[in-house]
């Protein structure tokens, strides 16, 4: 495994309208290791506005994304294959 983090490792909130932020409750959801218990990271929880911030996020992205060509999404997707095979050791540790 590498020395330096990756962003899994630093993953504490919600990814909200192209921002990390930490969830609106003070409740902190623990991520073990299945295998051994050992805690991985702690996921700030979110709430009711947290997930109306999220979905209207998601409802003003969605409009971009249907006059997006098909040629321009397939090109993103590919993209999205090649960083996928390219740091698959990475991900897969």
Known sequence: MSDRPTPW???TGQYIAG????????????????????LLTE???G???DLDDAYQ???????AWA???????S????RAVSVLEARHEEIVD
Request: no cysteine; hydrophobic share 40%; proline share 4%.
């Open 9 to 11: 490792q630093n993953f």
């Open 75 to 78: 090109a993103l997707f590919m």
């Open 47 to 49: 709430d009711v506005s």
């Open 57 to 63: 996020a998601a409802a003003t992205a969605q409009k």
């Open 19 to 38: 921002a990390w932020r930490s969830g609106s409750t003070r409740k902190v959801l623990e991520n073990r290791n299945p295998y051994d218990n050992a």
């Open 43 to 45: 996921l700030s929880l």
């Open 67 to 73: 006059q997006t060509l098909p040629n321009e999404r």
